[in-house]
């Protein structure tokens, strides 16, 4: 598949499926959660978090990650994305305004919640998973 068309079914991929998981690293091991992710019109993803969580101080400790996300059904031969890349802590009224969703109230007292901060994640490289017989196809940045 050519590059123009790689972009597109990753970021497909990215708008269909919002639950993936997030890697980060501590003491050289890796440490994963489920998280929701979002994106805008780019390949960066977004997701909110609590300030005081242990990811907060793993990605300000060493900022490299590892999401995967996709693979949804019965799991055999399901597509998903494999993303390496580098994440930075946002805490900008806009980009809080622009995430939220009333599901977040469980965790925050609102979009102005001093804790309510926003993960960014700027891929490095991508790779599409179980997309065909030449898969692995890898998207650089």
């Known amino acids: 598949m050519n590059q123009k068309e790689l972009k597109k079914k990753i970021f497909d991929i990215m708008e269909q499926h919002r639950i993936g ?39 300000e400790a060493n900022p490299n990650v590892h999401i995967l996300i996709g693979y949804e059904g019965e799991g055999v031969g399901d597509v998903y994305l494999e993303v390496e890349g580098q994440a930075r802590i946002r805490d900008d ?43 692995p196809e890898k998207l650089d940045l």
């Open 21 to 59: 998981t997030l890697a980060t690293v501590k003491n050289g091991k890796p440490h994963s959660r489920f998280m929701t992710f979002s994106n805008d019109d780019e390949f960066t993803f977004y997701t909110p978090t609590n300030r005081e969580t242990h990811k907060a101080d793993e990605i």
């Open 93 to 135: 009224q806009k980009m809080k305004n622009w995430l939220w969703n009333n599901h977040m109230e469980r965790w925050f007292t609102g979009k102005e919640d001093p804790e309510y901060i926003v993960l960014e994640i700027y891929p490095e490289n991508i790779r599409l998973m179980n997309s065909g017989n030449d898969t």
